[in-house]
């Protein structure tokens, strides 16, 4: 048989930017970002201020899908919950809740925040190691879900619900071993001593409080996927000797949070992309967990997932603007912006991938980014490769979706806008910048000093 005599193609020839060689090898590509989801940055800065803010609608529902879509592709019942301490503003639980996840909050404040946002009582996990009594009576009116983080709260809900004469829905929060260290047993009752189990017996004796699930956190950033495999094998353990040593159902058990994000450890030399598990092997994990016990389809609980960063880190930047370029005395390039770590707390253990506008060239040092507070410990990322970047230019620090926006505070300078880029390419103010007068509001003055 004749061989076809194969199409010719040209040859293309494409310049490599590979950066200089360095101590620790190369320096990596110089990351080049003009847009965000098609809305010029310059642009934005330009209308907005700059620092800013900007979250993306379309990552946070694409992001909560391919999760969503993992999942349930292990396991037939699935649900999240998001975690409104990760990012609480308005439009983005929202955008979570018509995704379809429930809420998940930690204070009367964000308990207050979801019914405001219409999330009712049925799809709230309250968690937390203080919970007012105030909120406690709103969430068994409500009836939402009341996870118990020690027997105080244990006791004070028993008095409650005897108080008022209503039942609660409750769920008990477990810690357990599952090597890593040090062990997150601040919260909840432990699995191996008993305490967990002396907390469920306890419950089954009264009849105000509706025992419907367990709950778990084992930590945050955790890199180990078996860690993940025992926590929801030993919840799930509970889960059975509920259904068989008490014939009580539970509805559901939720294994938390904890999975990372695309941000790498300063502790870790390779990039995230390839030093932490995908989200399919924390999948495999944590559905394993459960499926390897061989309870029936119709005896499987619903597997509740509630977590942050993970969904939330990539849709969030940080565009900053440099005001100054100086040399350190040893050498180092050092490039100030107008952003401070009171905005970019995570900053103090990720190194942020970050981004110019524009190419500089090829000529990279290692630089130091400072931010633009009076204070020594102000370094928004250190052992980044980059060129001169002229005054007036902007720099992006990317995945900052994730604690930036709850755990910000106004210190020396107010806090800028938020916005978010609609599915459609518009652009949305969902916190407007502080002004003086924002911090002013509430203050009082003395009379006694108004006087002098």
Known sequence: ??????????????????????????????????????????????????????????????????????FKTRYPKVQFAWSYKTNYLNAVCLVFHEEGSWAEVVSEFEYDKAKLLGVPGNKIIYNGPHKSKSSLIKAINDEAFIHIDHFDELFSLIELTEEIKKTAKVAVRVNMDTGIYPKWDRFGLNYENGEAYEAIRRIMLSDKLNLVGLHCHIGTYILSTDAFKIAAYKLTDLYKRVKYEFNHQLDYIDIGGGIPSKNTLYSYYLDASVSIPSLEDYADAITSGIIEHGLKSD??????????????????????????????????QAIIVDAGVNLLFTSFWYKHKISTTEFYGEVRDESVIYGNLCMNIDVLRDGVFL??????????????????????????????????????????????????????????????????
């Open 1 to 70: 048989m004749e061989k076809q005599k194969k199409v010719y193609v040209k040859p293309i020839i494409t310049k490599q930017k590979t950066g200089f060689v360095g101590k620790f090898g190369k320096a990596g590509l110089h990351s080049v970002l003009e847009k965000i989801d098609g809305v010029d940055i310059e642009e934005l800065v330009e209308k907005f201020g700059s620092p800013l803010f900007v979250i993306s609608e379309k990552t946070i529902r694409a992001t909560q899908r391919k999760a969503l879509r993992i």
């Open 299 to 332: 005896e499987l609980p619903l597997l509740i997932l509630e977590s942050g960063r993970a969904l939330i880190d990539e849709a969030g930047y940080l565009i900053t603007t440099v005001v100054a370029n100086k040399r350190l005395s040893n050498g180092k």
């Open 387 to 452: 060129p001169p970047v002229p005054v007036g230019k902007q720099i992006i620090f990317h995945n900052v979706g994730a604690y930036n926006m709850t755990q910000w505070m106004q210190f020396i300078n107010l806090r800028p806008n938020v916005v978010m880029i609609m599915e459609d390419g518009s652009v949305e103010v969902i916190r407007k910048a502080e002004t003086l007068n924002t911090i002013n509001e509430l203050e009082r003055i003395p009379e006694k000093l108004l006087k002098k």
